[in-house]
């Protein structure tokens, strides 16, 4: 089994920066491809950045020039730096990451969500 937690939501005022931090552990031979969905309420899922398993990024329009994700790959951590925030960001942030496991076959895994409310 894997797990990915995601850490380093909160309360910031208009324009101001964020970063959450995914780490994936347990059984893990690769990260194949990581990112950040959100979710505001009443609203469904939506795609903040994804890096592929080609090396790109995909940016929803919403949060280009402003939100960059960034991995290290020696610690499986993924990170996706906002700056610029606005109020529509608010939402609750998941990491989500396909793994490769040891035995070589390939998971999709969800964590549990971090809160980041954007507000004066």
């Known amino acids: 089994q894997a797990q990915v937690v995601e850490s380093g939501g909160g309360l910031v005022q208009p324009g101001g920066s964020l970063r959450l931090s995914c780490v994936a552990s347990g059984d893990i031979f690769s990260i194949n491809a990581v990112g950040w969905y959100r979710q505001a309420p009443g609203k469904e899922r939506e795609l903040v950045a994804l890096l592929n398993s080609d090396g790109n990024i995909n940016y929803a329009d919403s949060v280009k020039g402003r939100f960059t994700l960034s991995r290290d790959n020696a610690k499986n951590t993924a990170f996706l730096q906002m700056n610029s925030l606005k109020p529509e960001d608010s939402a609750v942030y998941y990491c989500?990451?396909?793994?490769?496991?040891?035995?070589?076959?390939?998971?999709?895994?969800w964590g549990q969500g971090t809160q980041v409310t954007v507000s004066s």
């Open positions: 989500y990451a396909v793994v490769a496991r040891l035995s070589g076959f390939e998971y999709a895994y």
